[in-house]
């Protein structure tokens, strides 16, 4: 009681009572002891987190800020289409080194894909113009149309002087589309006849020209991409004379 401890005991002698065994002591020193503990246990507490701290610091600037940084740079690759932008950032362990070079090696590949694909659109277009060109300088009517929708692509100076175009009006390439074949359904006979055997030779159908005057053309028909769509190549001789005949 009130910090202090009290033990007595009875000391009997055959049966009599020769005395009693008193003994009392302070218990600061466990008191003491107590706050001492807690002291400890509290700075023990207090070290261990000091050091979660430091650890958790550490961590993060080994392992989490990189990978932060990196998230940011796939963001701005995502957003601004630039696959040249690479990770640059220092890599503090192995497991990061690896994916940062990782996603430099993808966005190499990435890249180098960009590039090929550029290069053969350039070459594409080369190639196009090119054709372009010989189409226009052949001096046999020529008719480049859209596979699908029979839409026409392009159509050389020997077509229009033939179907009495004006090759610089947009309206005359759009109502050709429509106004090409006397007979419309000649042209799904002819797709036909180019899915069966890969190719149409020398067939004979009247068209019209500009001034709905009939004409009889022997057309050939083979498959290409143009423009980046599948198109047909159309060459024309006009046989119109040797029909009469």
């Not at 009392?24 to 700075?43: N, P």
């Not at 261990?48 to 963001?75: D, F, Y």
């Not at 372009?132 to 839409?151: F, H, K, Q, T, W």
């Not at 004006?166 to 042209?187: G, Q, V, W």
Request: hydrophobic content about 40%.
């Amino acid at each position: 009681e009130h910090g202090r401890l009290q033990l007595y005991r009875v000391v009997e002698h055959k049966g009599d009572v020769v005395g009693i065994v008193y003994l009392e002591s302070r218990l600061d020193h466990l008191v003491e002891a107590r706050k001492a503990g807690l002291v400890t246990v509290a700075l023990v507490m207090l070290t261990c987190l000091l050091l979660g701290l430091g650890l958790a610091s550490r961590l993060q600037k080994k392992i989490v800020t990189p990978i932060r940084k990196l998230a940011t740079l796939m963001r701005q690759v995502s957003d601004s289409r630039d696959y040249s932008l690479r990770a640059s950032h220092q890599a503090h362990n192995r497991e990061t080194e690896d994916l940062l070079s990782g996603f430099n090696q993808m966005a190499d590949e990435v890249q180098a894909g960009f590039d090929i694909v550029a290069a053969q659109n350039k070459q594409l277009k080369q190639s196009e113009q090119r054709l372009r060109n010989m189409v226009e300088a052949a001096p046999m009517p020529v008719v480049i149309s859209s596979l699908d929708e029979g839409r026409v692509l392009f159509f050389n100076a020997a077509t229009a002087r033939m179907l009495g175009l004006d090759a610089k009006a947009e309206a005359d390439i759009t109502s050709l589309t429509t106004t090409f074949y006397r007979h419309p359904a000649e042209r799904k006979s002819l797709l036909q006849s180019l899915e069966r055997d890969g190719e149409v030779i020398s067939r004979e159908i009247e068209l019209l020209r500009m001034d709905h005057t009939p004409m009889w053309v022997s057309i050939s028909i083979c498959k290409l991409e143009f423009e980046g769509e599948q198109a047909l190549f159309s060459a024309f001789a006009d046989i119109t004379d040797q029909k009469h005949i």
